[in-house]
């Protein structure tokens, strides 16, 4: 047992070597790009390799019980993407640094303030409310960027309250769910679970409903067990989409560039078809670092296509990599969820898990044509203040539950 | 709490299942569809990666430059007109007009993005400009001009093929244009057919020459094949089915040989319904292939198609070549390159070999498409096309001293003059050539299509390419 | 840096990232999967099959953290052994065992008949029901106990 640990930890550190190295090797071939050398390049990796080696260390001695698999694969992921952001444009990569670092701290807090936390779960309606809230502000005070009026400008920031209220709803999900057994009893979360659906398609942002769905419903069967009245949820969803098809011509637009983005590739297949010559563009091992065309032709490059852009300049090799480290990562949460002791840290963990799993899959699916395009983030990698704000919150959730399941199996083998 | 858990495992099951699909879809739809997405005309990634490349050059098969560049993003070719003309189709133009023509094909090659980073690197760290790798073509530049002077600016198509190795030594589909002085302007105003290359792209009904594939099948398929009789009055009837010769010449009495050599259609279009049958006589077009999908590395070739399943008046037609029957020119010198080459037909193709800048000259080797037929039969089939040319339709291409080996076609078009057609081969070790030539709506083949054929198989002996 | 060198710079350097991502990618897959081994054997090492429910002392029954979890088989004592472990006078080492049968549980003594060991003000003779929500008192420590048939409110 001991030499698998001390196996394992020189294992980590080769790891964290290897990330550093990446972070440099990368922010020093595209300080080459511009015929004079690129010192502000430099400067931020410096800052990057910082970051990551300051998370090491606070996870080595510190928050010896939270999970460090899970910080390295969020720290490589970040990295890719930064090192990325920088390529298309050195300013936004600075706004997303700077939201990097206050990411991280959110985090960090989270993970000392949680595990202390005792009477989350009885807060669970509360946050509900507030969630239901934060949506509904859009409506009254939201700017429309994208074809969805999901957003608040203020001063020049933009932020989507969709994202914290995702946090938001997990725990009033995951307190309801804890606390009552019967389907009658749960009613009054479906109410509020779903005016947030409904508040988030008049706002037309698809993506987000569709990931409220699926959270909602998969923890409705983890905490029921009930498959009837899951598959009945689930239905009544698959019912709701129908009907928006019927209804709204931008659903339909969507579904039609989905089917034959190749009928219409200059109008509604543009993006998606512009998607997938990057990715096929880039070959096993991209068409190298600053070398592909997708910031002139392919929009929203640097947030929801980013994982076209990784293929491109990248490579599918490493594309296909992040994709592992995805499911990595979920599997990694699903142990901590089985781990985790308590109705309410089980049920929550899995909450946690599950919108990184499906806004994963529905950014890639839609990228690669599997699904319709929507508009979701890929968590960590793409760029964006609350995608970023929000993935960090949950991972930090996440630590804090591996944290208190740590000291918890300590305490019993004690 | 053990049930949660045990709900915990499935949904990780679930969720690792998904991903996994997920990815396997992307690898999948990457790996099937990658390249026709990267190739969409949508694309405009590929020519800017050009920027620093100059092209390398197209050689004929000995050494002349066609096209070479000596400067990224421009193109020059060589100053013989002639050469250029007879040579467009093969190298494609630069406005989109032709697809998949050799230059297209070979662009990674001749862009440089087959020669390995570490060379490609050394390069430029000497001079700022890549040099693409150079392709050898296997067409030989004096017969591709003879070629083309020969068809005198008529519609059609000329190709010849070494039968041994398959290598397509001449080309030329007409009409054609100049891949040099060519404006976008001239792509709307051109004839109908200028940018099609007609010896790959072409389907022509193959009248008369198709009775090569019908004499085959009575080769293979009939016990006794010198008893075959017929006696032709120039217009007859075939069960019910009128079968006229052409002109109403009346051919007498016949035997295979015979009447293969006069091309009569009576005698064909009543063996076929009596003595072959449609099963038959598909199976040997197919095996020569007839409704198969050619897949060659070096261009595209449309598919030959035959179908005599309508009936008797059906197969009687089919079986002198004209029905429903199509061929293009290349198939054609293909099918007359197995029966020369002992009933091997290899695949024919356009590249010489590859002129690389880092290993020197890098040969392709010659494949075999199929075995279409035995031995035997292709050497029977050969004394019965030696027969067109001694004393036959074919004698206009009589050359002193040489066994030439053919059949004329002359394939009727509704309301139209009809297309000439020859296909024939040299039977010699030294000169092993084969040779189709069609020309549209020309009149009759043994009029029109053989003295070009007999041009163009003199040119070949004497320069023996 | 001239435009060609880069893409060339940058094509050779797209292999370099290509192994420390698949480095860094098998190496967590790696350490995942140990991980994994290992949290199974201390599953097991702490008790044999699925949990059936929770105990925890009375005099801390507020404090969540105090409930541990017991097994398809829990041995209660104080030997360091059990896989529930409490200190206490008059304890054994291994003083009682709660254990499973269809749907029911029970209580095993496994301490002398001379050691106390009560259900509810019942003194426990051999092998006796349990049900959810009972005290056992076991020397002089109180423990309570929640199982699985019934949920008596807590987790």
Not at chain 1, 364 to 375: A, E, N, S, Y
Not at chain 2, 392 to 419: F, L, M, N, Q, Y
């Amino acid at each position: 047992m001991e030499e698998t640990k001390t196996k394992k930890k020189t294992l980590t550190n080769g790891l964290i070597f290897a990330i550093t190295l990446f972070i440099l090797v990368s922010y020093t071939l595209l300080s080459l790009r511009n015929g004079s050398i690129d010192y502000t390049a430099m400067l931020f990796s410096l800052a990057c390799v910082a970051l990551v080696l300051v998370q090491y260390l606070l996870f080595r001695f510190v928050f010896v019980n939270a999970d460090l698999q899970v910080m390295i694969i969020v720290s490589m992921l970040t990295n890719i993407g930064l090192a990325l952001q920088y390529r298309f444009d050195s300013q936004t990569a600075v706004k997303q640094l700077i939201w990097y670092g206050i990411s991280l701290a959110v985090m960090f807090m989270i993970m000392i303030i949680m595990p202390r936390m005792r009477n989350l779960k009885r807060f669970g309606f509360v946050c509900g409310i507030l969630g239901v809230l934060l949506l509904g502000i859009t409506i009254v005070i939201g700017t429309e960027i994208n074809g969805s009026t999901n957003w608040i400008v203020i001063k020049g920031f933009s932020i989507q309250p969709s994202e914290p209220a995702k946090i938001l709803m997990i725990l009033l999900l995951a307190g309801s769910l804890a606390k009552h057994q019967q389907i009658r009893r749960l009613f009054p979360t479906g109410i509020i679970v779903g005016i947030a659906m409904i508040l988030l398609v008049l706002q037309k942002d698809l993506g987000a409903t569709l990931l409220y769905f699926c959270t909602a419903v998969l923890m409705l069967y983890l905490g029921t067990g009930n498959f009837s009245v899951t598959a009945l949820a689930f239905l009544l969803g698959a019912i709701g989409a129908a009907v928006s098809y019927v209804l709204f011509s931008h659903v339909r637009v969507r579904v039609f560039a989905w089917l034959n983005p190749w009928e219409d590739p200059l109008g509604r297949g543009y993006q998606l078809v512009q998607s997938l010559i990057a990715i096929s563009s880039g070959g096993l091992f991209g068409m190298g670092l600053g070398m592909g065309e997708a910031a002139t032709y392919l929009p929203q490059h640097e947030s929801d296509f980013i994982f076209s852009s990784i293929c491109e300049e990248y490579g599918q090799i490493i594309g296909l990599c992040v994709a592992a480290f995805y499911i990595v990562l979920i599997f990694r949460g699903c142990i901590l969820a089985l781990r985790s002791r308590g109705r309410f840290d089980s049920i929550l963990c899995f909450g946690i898990v599950s919108i990184l799993a499906i806004q994963t899959f529905i950014n890639i699916g839609g990228v690669v044509k599997l699904i319709p395009l929507t508009g979701v983030t890929l968590p960590f990698v793409s760029y964006g203040g609350s995608s970023m704000l929000t993935s960090f919150a949950l991972i930090g959730m996440l630590q804090a539950l591996s944290i208190k399941a740590g000291e918890a199996d300590e305490q019993n083998q004690s | 709490m053990n049930r949660i858990n045990h709900r915990l495992r499935v949904l990780q099951v679930l969720f690792i299942a998904l991903m996994i699909a997920l990815g396997s879809y992307f690898v999948y739809s990457v790996a099937k569809y990658g390249k026709q997405w990267s190739h969409s005309a949508y694309n405009t990634r590929t020519k800017s990666g050009y920027d620093l490349v100059i092209q390398g050059s197209v050689y004929d098969r000995n050494g002349t430059e066609i096209a070479w560049s000596d400067a990224p993003n421009t193109r020059l070719y060589s100053d013989d007109e002639v050469l250029r003309l007879s040579m467009a189709h093969i190298l494609g133009d630069r406005y989109g007009m032709m697809s998949g023509a050799l230059q297209d094909r070979y662009a990674n090659t001749l862009f440089g993005n087959e020669r390995s980073l570490l060379s490609r690197f050394t390069e430029s760290v000497e001079n700022d400009l890549l040099t693409g790798d150079s392709i050898r073509l296997t067409i030989d530049g004096e017969i591709q001009k003879h070629a083309y002077n020969a068809m005198n600016g008529r519609s059609g198509a000329a190709v010849v093929l070494n039968y041994k190795t398959g290598e397509v030594i001449a080309s030329v589909s007409l009409p054609t244009f100049d891949t040099l002085n060519l404006t976008a302007e001239d792509t709307q105003n051109m004839p109908d057919g200028t940018f099609i290359n007609k010896v790959t792209r072409g389907l022509y009904p193959p009248g008369s020459t198709f009775k090569v594939i019908t004499a085959v099948s009575l080769l293979e398929n009939c016990d006794n094949c010198d008893a075959l009789h017929f006696d032709c009055l120039g217009e007859n009837i075939v069960d019910g089915v009128s079968v006229n010769c052409f002109h109403g010449t009346v051919h007498g009495d016949l035997d295979l040989n015979s009447a293969f050599a006069r091309s009569c259609n009576g005698a064909f279009a009543y063996w076929a319904v009596h003595d072959l049958g449609v099963r038959n006589i598909t199976k040997t077009a197919e095996a020569f292939g007839f409704n198969r999908n050619f897949v060659f590395s070096d261009y595209t070739i449309n598919n030959s198609t035959f179908d005599a399943y309508g009936g008797n008046a059906d197969l009687a037609w089919s079986a002198v070549g004209q029905g429903q029957t199509m061929v293009t020119p290349m198939h054609a010198a293909m099918i007359v390159s197995a029966i020369a080459n002992n009933g091997n037909m290899c695949e024919p193709r356009y590249l010489r070999g590859i002129e690389s800048v880092d290993k020197g000259f890098i040969e392709t080797a010659p494949k075999v498409y199929a075995n279409v037929m035995s031995q035997e039969t292709a050497e029977r089939i050969t004394e019965m096309m030696l027969g067109v040319v001694e004393n036959g339709t074919g004698s206009g291409c009589k050359i002193s001293g040489v066994r030439i080996c053919g059949k004329t076609g002359t394939a009727e078009v509704a309301d139209e003059a009809p297309h000439a057609w020859f296909v024939g081969f040299i039977d010699e070790e030294e000169t092993p050539y084969a040779i189709a030539v069609i020309l549209e709506n020309a009149g009759t083949g043994s009029s029109v299509a053989v003295p070009v054929a007999r041009s163009i198989l003199e040119k070949c002996i004497e320069v023996r390419p | 840096m001239s435009a060609l060198k880069y893409s060339l710079l940058a094509k050779f350097v797209s292999v370099v990232f290509a192994a420390l991502v698949i480095y860094v990618l098998f190496g967590t897959i790696r350490n995942v999967l140990i991980e994994y081994k290992g949290i199974r054997k201390k599953i097991r090492e702490s008790g044999s099959g699925n949990i059936i429910g929770y105990a925890a002392l009375t005099d801390e029954w507020q404090d969540e953290d105090a409930w541990r979890p017991i097994y398809d088989e829990t041995v209660f004592g104080s030997s360091p052994e059990c896989a529930f472990r409490i200190t206490g006078h008059g304890l054994k080492g291994q003083h009682f065992r709660i254990t499973r049968g269809k749907d029911r549980f029970f209580i095993e003594r496994l301490c002398m008949k001379s050691d106390l060991l009560m259900v509810n003000e019942h003194d426990v003779r051999r092998k006796e029901r349990i049900r959810s929500g009972c005290k056992v008192y076991a020397g002089d420590a109180e423990i309570l106990i929640t199982l699985m048939d019934g949920w008596n409110g807590r987790d």
